[in-house]
């Protein structure tokens, strides 16, 4: 199975915004069964419509804070209870702070990595135990290409992600026993969503995705083409260029290191708007900025008017 077949269970978190919405509306298109998560039930309608239209077999809205280990368990048992089995868990809740890592204040930091760390540690303590009773069906873990490398004013992000890789890397080890489980893991690069302006900020600029930047439907594409084993193992670095930023970094930390800085705050900063320290979703839901894409643009007139703004002072 290189897809979700029609009838297939496909349970999904962060359901409501960019990457999971659009790989539920993805899986709803072949007919697959939906089980739709994330903390608020008002979006998560939203998508279900969307999944119904689409084609979904059936709907289920489970809201859920990944954070929270017995939701999760209830999340598994509401997927089971309805189905009785579930062929796919895709874990795609997650959250963003910026800011220095002195600066993000300790709820905000502990609550990025409440969410995308600690929620995919409950997420595999549910769902891997289903997944080898059945002794078939995936889970996929999606962490990021700065799950591989540093980048400036992200830290906790950036710690959750390089731990989600190592629980990926660990899931596979202690299932290798069952040829039917998939652990699969994949790393996008810059996705154009909403999680930029929904981050918590303390770096006084929004932030924006790094170019090149994909769209949540490709992503959606390619996190949906991996959840079974296929002819050819297919890379978890979604983006060529994630190759190259993870070779420079590690085989040439000098010259990384002197251009990540202003890469960084000219191509994933829009650095003509200002804004106040704000919390953003990461200790509750705004499902008013929950959508499919995000709203910030080309990303190289991102980069000119960045500059431009520098060179007018
Ligand atoms: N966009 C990118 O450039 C990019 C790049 C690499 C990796 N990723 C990763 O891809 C995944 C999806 O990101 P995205 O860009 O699609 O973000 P997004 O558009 O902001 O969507 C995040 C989703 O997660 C949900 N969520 C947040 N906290 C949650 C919690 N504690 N429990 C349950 N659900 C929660 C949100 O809904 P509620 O707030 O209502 O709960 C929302 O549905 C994340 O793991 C992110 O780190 C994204």
């Known amino acids: 199975m290189s897809s979700p077949q029609a009838d297939d269970v496909v349970v999904i978190t962060g359901a409501s915004s960019g990457i999971g919405r659009a790989t539920a509306v993805a899986a709803a298109g072949v007919g697959a069964h939906l089980v739709l998560a994330a903390r608020g039930r008002t979006s998560l309608e939203e998508v279900a419509a969307e999944c119904s239209a689409a084609g979904a077999a059936s709907t289920l809205v489970v809201p859920t804070d990944v954070g929270d280990d017995g939701a999760v368990r209830a999340l598994v048992h509401a997927a089971l209870d309805r189905h009785g089995r579930i062929d796919a868990f895709v874990n795609s809740a997650g959250v963003v702070a910026y800011g220095r890592a002195e600066e993000v204040p300790a709820a905000v930091f502990d609550g990025v ?3 995308n760390l600690l929620g995919s540690v409950n997420v595999a303590r549910h769902v891997v135990p289903v997944l080898r009773r059945q002794d078939r069906g ?10 591989h490398i540093p980048v400036p004013g992200m830290t906790p992000y950036v710690l959750t992600k390089w731990g989600v890789q190592a629980l990926a890397r660990q899931l596979k080890l202690e299932n290798a026993d069952r040829r039917g489980v998939r652990i ?4 996008p690069g810059g996705v154009d969503t909403p999680i930029y302006q929904q981050a918590a900020n303390y770096d006084g600029y929004e932030g924006r995705p790094p170019p090149p930047t994909a769209s949540p439907e490709r992503v959606a594409g390619q996190i949906l083409a991996r959840l079974g084993p296929g002819l050819l193992p297919r890379p978890a670095q979604l983006l060529p260029t ?13 010259v990384y290191d002197a251009i990540i800085g202003p890469f960084f705050r000219y191509g994933a900063m829009d650095r003509t708007r ?12 705004r499902q008013d900025g929950n959508a499919l894409h995000g709203a910030q643009g080309n990303a190289a007139v991102g980069i000119v008017r960045n500059l431009l703004t520098h060179l007018r002072g």
Do not use: D
């Open 138 to 147: 995936s889970l996929t873990l999606i962490g990021s290409v700065v799950g």
């Open 274 to 285: 200002p804004i106040e320290p704000h919390t953003g979703n990461v200790l509750e839901s």
């Open 113 to 115: 990595v409440r969410t």
């Open 242 to 254: 994630n190759q190259v930023i993870r070779f420079g970094a590690h085989a040439l930390p000098f």
């Open 184 to 187: 699969s893991y994949v790393a």
